[in-house]
Every structure is written in structure tokens, then in C-alpha cells.
């Protein structure tokens, strides 16, 4: 069989892990996002007591590896789960969980940073023109943190992406399991590894275009230095 | 002339009463007291680190003072049940260093309070930004964003947010202090429009010739209080304390006497 025959025969068990990389991928990064930016506003602006659990929360998703946390999740909670009465998580939706939990303490950090270098004159001015701090944070801090944020966020969602391969500890089959199951199986493992290479390559590469451009679309004019010395 | 000038002020419209603050170990304002008129314009003077600039922000509760009290006609805006968004967006505010929204073109910038705050309909709030645009002389500049404007026009188009919102008085922060000097002067224009307009203001400034010119009434703050309030004819002919003189002729050798005519 040649590589291209072999490609063919393994491309639709290649094409279904694909789906669901980029169905980690989107939750992970999706609701990560949403967690992460209440998270990085708690450490901001709330008092003490939520600011520090919204810290002690960030230290703790990323100091501990993401395996561990996939594993504790998938298999530590159930019996919790059972005693509840609740019906243990799928494999799936244990590993979109676990790739949210985890992102959404990356993304905080990343948004606080932007938050916190917006200088203070903006928040000032809000205020002074009688906007509640709500109003002042969600029409004049936000719009422009999350312009800051873009690019480290560009790179959270490239980590997410090759990183929800870290479920394959739970018998999850999205692309980096498959790669392996078919390489094993048929046992032309650098064709089945390098297929699963390029694939992430070329979402890689897609996703980058479409952040790049929605970078340059966000662009505030005037603000960007677009000369180039030597 | 002043005689003219204080016949036109009308009622007290702001009461400042024994403000204290303190920062840490400083205490920058040492119990100021003073009232402006409806229509006054009063320009603030004195050496930097004497709390001008606190006790403006004081006033709209920017900063909250330690003591003291401060009413806007009959409401004690220090008092904890006011509602401070409220009373600030009554008060204009003008920054040194102009903060107008970065993310957010001239029109948008001058629009947003009228929009959020006021609540106002996009369509009214959008052309009554136009016509406070175009006041200050920059219609043209809608649909630029602050880092394509020069400080001078950032400055006006900051002075337009404040109008939008048709405040009752407006604080001005050293408005020209960030400013090349050849711009400074089209931003004392229009504030020299505004004064000769009626508009009550309270102008923390180096600009002395701005003072002489439009001053109702001059404060001269050195440490943390207030040492000579009067007339600008008073103080810079015939000033009561020695140090308010000193440093009048000090200042007026160092910037000069441009008053953006």
C-alpha cells in the first residue's frame, strides 16, 4: 500500500479524532474564557475575599499538570458523583471540563495582565463622567484589555489545541490517541505519526491566520507601530 | 471690568468646606475652604505639591477626602448616601494628561457619556457630540482616534466630552501642562470661550495670562491651603501676603504672559 493509499484508508478514523481535538479545543478555549475573564476581574477588582480565592484558584490549575487534572477528574470524582446521586462524566465531557478549568486559569492571568496595563487615567475618566465601575470596566477597560490580550490569547488557543491530547489518558480518541491506535495496528508508525502532524499543523496554522487577521481588523488606528527601523 | 464680572455670578453652586486629605504620612490638603458662584470662573494657582490638583479631584470624590465636606448646590456630594455617579456626572472633569478613550474615535469618545450615562438615544446622543465637536473647532476630527490626534485637539476634544454632558460646573486638571507650547493656545481658546460664555469652571493652571484674562476669582494654595483668594486685579497688582507676589513674579518670568489670543 502506498503512503498515499494508507493515508486514504485511515483518513476518516483520522478526520472523527480531528473533531474531537477541535471539540476540546473550542470548549477549553471557549469556556475557559469565559471562567478566566470572571476570574481575572475577581482579581482585580472584587475584595479580598474573592480576589484571593480567584488567586488561589489560578495557583493551583497551573501549578499542577494537566494529566493529573484530566485524571481527577475522569476518575477521582465519580465516586463523589455516585454519592451525590449523579451520573458519572463521560469521557468527553470530563475532558472539555478539565481543558476549561485549566485554561480558564491561563487566560485570567493573561487578561489581568492586559487589565492592569491600561493606565489608570482611563478608569478615571469613566468614572468622572459618572459611569459605575460596571459601566466603566465593561464600555472603556475590557474593549481595550481585550485588544492587548489577543496575542498572548493567540498562543493559549495554539497550547489548547496540542495540549487537549493530554486526554488520551482516559481512553479519549482525538487525534494524537488515533495516531497512535492506527500506528500500532497496522504498524507503519511514521506515516500514522506524520499524518497526525501535519493535521495539527495545518489547524494550527489555520487558526493563527484567523486570529492574525482578527488582530488587524480590532486594530485601534494610530496606536500601532507599524514603522520599521533596521 | 471685575466689578462688571462679579455682577454677572449668580448663587453658590459649589461649597467646599475644611477638606482634609493625606496620603501616607503627607497631609496635601490642610482644611480648604471656599465657594464658587454659577457663571465664575476661578483659576487655582501655586506651587506644585500644594494639593491643587487633590483638591479637585476632592471635589468629584476621585479621590475621597479624610474630613471636610463639599456640596453641589444643595447636595452634600461627601455625604455616603449620595449617589455619586450621579453628582459626577453633573461635574465635568478635564485631565492634564486628557484620558480620553483610546479605543474610541473623537465622536465616540465625546458620545459614550450621553449614551451610557445619560442614556440617551443613539441618534440625538451622536449629533449633540457633533455640534460639542464642532464648539471646539473640530467637526473635521470626528472619526479620529486619540493617537492620530495632537495633544492640542486631544485636549478639545476631552473639553467636548465634559460639554456633552451639559455639567454644571467643570474642573479643569493643568489642562495646557502636558502640552507643546504652541498648542497650548488653542486649548486656552476655547476655554476662554467657555468662561466668557458662562460656564462655571475651576481651572488648576500655570497660565497666568489665561488667569488675568478670564479669572473671576484666583486662589493662591501653598501647602495644602488656601493663603490669598481674590480678584486677579488684587493679587496681581497689589497681593495681601508677600509670598503670593514672589511667586506671581516668579511664574509670569517663567511661562511668560500667553493667553491664546
Not at chain 1, 480518541?173 to 497526525?196: D, N, P
Not at chain 1, 499543523?201 to 520599521?228: D, F, K
Not at chain 2, 465616540?108 to 450615562?117: E, M, P
Amino acid at each position: 500500500m502506498s503512503f498515499f493509499e494508507f493515508t486514504g484508508t485511515v483518513m476518516p478514523r483520522f478526520l472523527g479524532a480531528v473533531g474531537v481535538t477541535l471539540e476540546l479545543t473550542a470548549v477549553g478555549i471557549g469556556a475557559g474564557l469565559v471562567l478566566g475573564l470572571l476570574l481575572a476581574l475577581m482579581r482585580v477588582y472584587a475584595n479580598r475575599v474573592l480576589s484571593a480565592i480567584a488567586n488561589v484558584y489560578i495557583q493551583f490549575m497551573r501549578g499542577t499538570p494537566l494529566v493529573i487534572q484530566v485524571l481527577v477528574i475522569y476518575f477521582g470524582l465519580p465516586p463523589y458523583f455516585k454519592a451525590m446521586g449523579l451520573k458519572p462524566l463521560s469521557s468527553l465531557a470530563a475532558g472539555c471540563l478539565a481543558m476549561a478549568l485549566n485554561s480558564a486559569a491561563y487566560q485570567a492571568e493573561y487578561i489581568r495582565g492586559a487589565i492592569q496595563a491600561i493606565s489608570s487615567g482611563q478608569m478615571q475618566a469613566a468614572r468622572s463622567m459618572g459611569m459605575t465601575k460596571t459601566q466603566a470596566v465593561r464600555y472603556v477597560i475590557l474593549p481595550q484589555a481585550l485588544r492587548i490580550v489577543l496575542p498572548s490569547w493567540s498562543n493559549e488557543l495554539i497550547y489548547t489545541l496540542l495540549y487537549s491530547s493530554t486526554v488520551y489518558f482516559i481512553g479519549l480518541e482525538e487525534l494524537s490517541y488515533a495516531s497512535m491506535k492506527v500506528a500500532s495496528k497496522t504498524g507503519r508508525v511514521f506515516e500514522s505519526y506524520i499524518i497526525a502532524g501535519v493535521m495539527y499543523l495545518a489547524m494550527v496554522i489555520l487558526l493563527s491566520r484567523i486570529l492574525a487577521y482578527a488582530e488587524t481588523r480590532l486594530r485601534i488606528p494610530g496606536l500601532s507601530i507599524e514603522e520599521r527601523g533596521r | 471690568m471685575p466689578a462688571e464680572r462679579e455682577s454677572r455670578l449668580g448663587d453658590v453652586i459649589l461649597r467646599v468646606e475644611d477638606l482634609h486629605k493625606r496620603y501616607g504620612k503627607d497631609e496635601v490638603l490642610k482644611g480648604v475652604t471656599f465657594e464658587l458662584r454659577r457663571g465664575e470662573t476661578k483659576v487655582v494657582i501655586g506651587p506644585s505639591g500644594t494639593g491643587k490638583s487633590t483638591l479637585l479631584r476632592c471635589i468629584n470624590q476621585l479621590s475621597v477626602p479624610d474630613k471636610g465636606r463639599v456640596w453641589l448646590e444643595d447636595v452634600e456630594i461627601t455625604h455616603a448616601r449620595t449617589n455619586i455617579n450621579h453628582v459626577r456626572a453633573q461635574i465635568g472633569f478635564v485631565f492634564q494628561d486628557f484620558n480620553l478613550f483610546n479605543h474610541l474615535n473623537a465622536l465616540q469618545n465625546v458620545s459614550i457619556g450621553l449614551l451610557k450615562v445619560r442614556k440617551m438615544p443613539k441618534e440625538a446622543a451622536l449629533a449633540r457630540a457633533s455640534e460639542e465637536l464642532a464648539r471646539v473647532g473640530l467637526a473635521e476630527k470626528a472619526c479620529s482616534y486619540p493617537a492620530e490626534l495632537s495633544g492640542g485637539q486631544k485636549q478639545r476634544v476631552s473639553i467636548a466630552r465634559a460639554l456633552a454632558m451639559d455639567p454644571k460646573l467643570i474642573l479643569f486638571d493643568e489642562p495646557t501642562s502636558a502640552l507643546d507650547p504652541e498648542l497650548i493656545g488653542e486649548v486656552l481658546e476655547v476655554m476662554i470661550q467657555l468662561a466668557r460664555g458662562g460656564m462655571t469652571m475651576i481651572v488648576v493652571s500655570h497660565e497666568m495670562g489665561f488667569a488675568r484674562a478670564v479669572a473671576d476669582r484666583i486662589i493662591f494654595m501653598e501647602g495644602g491651603g488656601i493663603l490669598e483668594e481674590g480678584t486677579p486685579a488684587e493679587l496681581f497688582t497689589c497681593p495681601r501676603c508677600e509670598r503670593t507676589g514672589q511667586f506671581l513674579r516668579k511664574i509670569t518670568e517663567l511661562y511668560g504672559e500667553t493667553d491664546g489670543q
